[in-house]
């Protein structure tokens, strides 16, 4: 067995036995002997940051972490099986690479993939926050507390934004206190934009500040950031149609230019003979 092989085959038995030692605690629903995740599970899971993850990617009560340790030990034994068909093949010390990066990329990509639709969420959240302002910002006006804006907001808009000001209103109709709410969305929600927002809440609350005021500010500030982002996106694609026209349109065109010429080239060079 060549080296690169080995340490492949290596691979993959450490990664069998992780996957055990992560899965031994699992259990099938409606079976005696435990819940879903054990102590050990739970606590590989808090280890790889897999709740924080979740929570960030908003699939915090469907997505199980028994799901995702399942995911990450199926995804790390199919990077070790690709990399022992492909370690073998690849040239010198690249084999060494191969033997090791496919079966770290299979653990990771489930971490890759809540990753990107935290970043997603993230997005589309800060984007519905400018609306939401100039909202609460009405209800103050009118004297209303800011219960009764993430109500109206919750029943009347959807998305991210909706789903978090939903649970918000859910904690203030039990009776929570706003300043513990505050706090809590804060945590399922991070980012300054939404800090921002819950710190003139709770300023207002605190020291009688005007909050319509504060909130048409800043709802004006996300507006003038999101366009500049906007406008940093357009100035960055402009270069790159550039490279695509330069490194794909002329050589096509060029091409084909060429090969009416190679086509027609007795009728061209007939005067010439």
Known sequence: MSPPAALAALAALLLAAAARELLAGLALPGLPGGGVLDRRAAGAALRLGLPARIRRAGLEGRLPLAAVL??????????????????????????????????????LAPDALLERRARLRARRLRGALPDACDLLAVDATTGRGPAAGFAEIAAAAAGPLADELRVTAAELSCGRPLGAVLRSLRARAPGSEMA??????????????????????????????????????????????????????????????????????????????
């Open 196 to 273: 921002s927002l819950c710190a003139s809440i709770e300023r207002s609350r605190r020291y009688g500040s005007p909050l319509a005021e504060q909130l048409r500010r800043q709802s004006s500030a996300l507006r003038r950031d999101q366009r500049r982002l906007v406008e940093e996106h357009a100035a960055r694609a402009a270069p790159k149609i550039q490279l695509v026209i330069a490194l794909v349109l002329v050589p096509s065109v060029l091409l084909m230019i060429a090969a009416a010429l190679v086509a027609n080239a007795d009728i061209l060079l007939s005067g010439f003979v």
């Open 70 to 107: 399942l995911a990450k030990a199926c995804g790390g034994l199919a990077g070790t099986l690709v990399s022992l068909a492909a370690a073998p093949a690849a040239p010198g010390r690249i084999s060494l690479l191969v033997a090791f990066g496919f079966p770290v990329a299979g653990f």
